[in-house]
């Protein structure tokens, strides 16, 4: 089992509808990152957290660290929106810097 | 500000042969991440560099090594290429644990 899991794989949505991607992990953790990759490569951080809720425009991202859980909303959803999101925890640990990934979601918007 | 830049931007190489990649950080940051990302997966640590020692290693052979220079740009060596090196390459740079930002990548195909 990977320590860091995904779901869905794959969503598909129609122009304007409220999304949610969730990230499930296995160990103690630091932070929780969630990013976006476009085709082509370039991922982009969207938020880092350790704890509660951040929103950033249409984006909120919230974390439950005694379910070791957390969530990606997009309200109002747009094609541009289409991309793969991507979870990622770095581990607690003083020695520990790297960040473990989650295989990511596809999310394609509809107009 | 230019932020993470990676160079080349695609490469193909054939099995046996060695390749170089190379990262410039975000202005400012001073640590250096290197992740593998083959087709259809999230991003695998290789390692990471901070005031030119790599201070954390992940789950990749040997052939793996790399190299951060004073100014903290770095450089990703791989020897004796598999096919299965074949993989997007991305490099992350950060300041001491803060949130790191991604490169473009560097598309590496092996035949």
């Known amino acids: 089992k990977n320590e860091v899991e995904q779901s869905p794989q794959n969503l598909t949505a129609q122009e304007g509808e409220f999304i949610t991607i969730n990230c499930s992990y296995s160990?103690?953790?630091?932070?929780l990152h969630w990013l976006q990759q476009h085709p082509g490569g370039g991922i982009v951080s969207l938020f880092m957290?350790?704890?509660g809720k951040k929103k950033h425009g249409r984006l909120i991202a919230t974390i439950n660290i005694q379910e070791k859980h957390s969530s990606l909303h997009i309200t109002a959803s747009h094609p541009r929106d289409s991309a793969v999101y991507i979870c990622?925890?770095?581990?607690?640990?003083?020695?520990?810097?790297?960040?473990?990934f989650g295989k990511g979601t596809l999310l394609t918007v509809n107009p | 500000d230019a932020g993470v830049t990676q160079s080349p931007t695609h490469l193909i190489k054939t099995r046996g042969q060695q390749v170089t990649l190379r990262c410039s950080p975000k202005s400012g940051h001073d640590t250096v991440s290197w992740y593998q990302q083959a087709l259809g997966q999230g991003p695998q640590f290789i390692f990471q560099?901070?005031?030119?020692?790599?201070?954390q290693r992940g789950n990749f052979p040997d052939r793996f090594s790399g190299h951060q220079f004073p100014n903290y740009s770095s450089e990703l060596n791989v020897n004796a290429l598999l096919l299965g090196d074949s993989a997007l390459y991305l490099c992350a740079s950060s300041q001491q644990g803060r949130v790191q930002y991604f490169g473009p990548g560097t598309r590496l195909t092996v035949t």
């Open positions: 160990v103690g953790i630091s932070a």
């Open positions: 957290l350790s704890s």
């Open positions: 990622a925890v770095r581990s607690s640990g003083g020695s520990n810097y790297k960040l473990t």
């Open positions: 560099y901070y005031e030119e020692e790599e201070r």
